[in-house]
Every structure is written in C-alpha cells, then in structure tokens.
C-alpha cells in the first residue's frame, strides 16, 4: 500500500499540489483496509510528500522540493530497476562530502581520532572481500566525520546508512578493495599532518575511484 503510493507521487501519477483521492476510494482502488491508507498516508506525511489537513482535501507536495534524505532510496530503485542517474548524483555529492571532511579533520583531528584512521586504513589493507570492505569504509569515513567536527555531516552520514549496507551489491564502491587501499593510508596521513589540502586531494580521489567502480 505505502509503496504504491510512494511510487505514484514519485512517478508523477500524482503530480505536485493535485489533489489525492479520498481514503475510502484509495483503499476501494488499491484493494487494501481503511487502516492501511492511513497508516500509508502517514508516512508519505512524515516524509514531507503530502500535506494532510483536517477538513481539507489531501494534496501532493513535490519531492524534489520538500523530501529528504529518507527518499533518496525510493527514487534511485524507482520502478524496480535501478536509476543510474539518481546514482550517479548520489555518488557525486558523497565524493564532495567527503572531500571536504577529509580538510575539516585535518584541522580539527585529535590524536586519538588520528590514530584511529590509520588503524582503520591498515584494516581496509587486508580486507579482501567487497561486503567487509564496505564495513571498514563506512567506519573510515564515519571517523573523519567525527574528526571534523561537523554534526551536520555526522547526520548525513547516519542517514544514508540503510541505503549504503541495504544495497552494497547495485552500489559497490568497494568491489575491488586492492585498488583503493593506499588511498585510505593517504587521507589518514594527511588528516593526521593537518594537511587540509592534501586530504581533501586524497579523500576526493578515493571517492572518485570508488564511483569508477561503482560504474563498472
């Protein structure tokens, strides 16, 4: 029920600020309980997709305008089949993110956070299986979010966990751990020498590297 909903507002069948049908010819259409489009229509509210008024009809909110970061795994697996353009803008975005972390921890690092990167940059070393790997990364990078000192990113970086661990086969920035590992030896080097340039230079090559990967 919910995802046919969401995947009516995201495909356009429900265009932005058209008014929804009623429940009870939503759950007559959908073939579903009363309950069920309520509980759906909820959570397509608390993503910021509907806009629910006592009194008023139910109208559609643009996704592109009002959604959050909670959409982003609907619109990249929208219809099914993953969308190589929504992965693409994915993957760019997480290669800037993580360029400019890299250069906020290399400024504001502490010794432990320091020590931590290079700890977990000599287990990516020898970590040879894709799915692990993923693991080790995901630490990596979450250290260097702590390291900056940034909360915002912090969040960012919790909310695209489920889409990142959830889909590490369509979305494999580590497929070949071999070919990336000197890279995260180099950001924690970097960060660890307070060399914001030069971690921002590596971080962003790593990244890059990642979405070539990610592509093949």
């Known amino acids: 029920m919910f995802a046919a909903l969401l995947e009516g507002v995201l495909s356009g069948r429900y265009a932005p600020r058209e008014k929804l049908p009623t429940q009870r010819v939503l759950a007559v259409d959908l073939g579903v309980t009363m309950s069920s489009v309520r509980e759906a229509l909820k959570r397509l509210e608390q993503m910021g997709l509907v806009d629910v008024r006592h009194g008023s009809a139910m109208r559609v909110r643009d996704w592109r305008e009002h959604g959050g970061l909670d959409v982003l795994t609907h619109v990249l697996f929208r219809g099914g089949a993953l969308d190589a353009g929504v992965l693409a803008a994915i993957l760019e975005a997480r290669a800037l993110m993580l360029r400019e972390l890299a250069g906020l921890a290399a400024e504001r690092r502490s010794d ?82 307070g060399d914001a340039a030069r971690a921002r230079a590596a971080a962003f090559e790593l990244a890059s590297r990642q979405t070539a990967q990610a592509h093949r």
């Open 112 to 193: 432990d956070q320091a020590a931590r990167l290079h700890e977990l940059a000599a287990r990516f070393a020898v970590t040879d299986h894709p799915h692990d790997a993923a693991g080790v990364d995901f630490a990596f990078f979450t250290e260097v979010a702590q390291a900056a000192g940034n909360l915002v990113f912090q969040l960012i970086l919790n909310a695209i966990r489920e889409l990142y661990f959830g889909h590490l086969d369509a979305v494999p920035v580590t497929a070949r751990p071999g070919e990336l590992a000197s890279l995260y030896g180099r950001v924690a080097r970097a960060i660890d020498r």
